[in-house]
């Protein structure tokens, strides 16, 4: 199993995880994977392996097969993990590059 700490111990890639927990846009403030690596201790660990997995660039069939679920439960569980991490992280990150475009 994997700990949040132990996941990324060079360089956390915070633009990335960003990206998956707020959408394309989204600009991480200092602390960000810091506020990232407190808040996957909260969340559940099959939520957390999932989401681990997928920053780490492995697919939902992938994630799936390793912990032998069906690529949909991996999809569901890594979009509940990104709907927490949201909720703890949205302080920072930067909120201007999350709202939609003006259309005029």
Same mark, same amino acid.
């Given at each position: 199993?994997?700990?949040?700490? !132990?996941?990324?111990? =060079? #360089?956390?890639?915070?633009? %990335?995880?960003?990206? &998956? ?5 989204? $600009? ?28 780490? !660039?492995?697919?939902? =069939? #992938?994630?799936?097969?390793? %912990?032998?679920?069906? &690529? ?5 569980? $890594? ?26």
């Amino acid at each position: 199993m994997e700990t949040a700490e !132990g996941a990324f111990t =060079e #360089g956390f890639p915070a633009k %990335l995880a960003a990206v &998956r927990i707020f959408g394309p846009g989204a $600009e991480p403030l200092p602390g960000f994977s810091q506020a990232v690596l407190a808040a996957l201790d909260t969340i559940d660990t099959c939520e957390r392996l999932v989401f681990l997995k997928r920053l780490k !660039g492995k697919t939902l =069939e #992938g994630v799936g097969r390793e %912990l032998n679920i069906s &690529r949909e439960k991996a999809r569901q569980w $890594e979009a509940r993990a990104a709907r927490r991490l949201r909720r703890q992280t949205v302080k920072h990150v930067r909120r201007e590059s999350l709202l939609p475009p003006v259309i005029y």
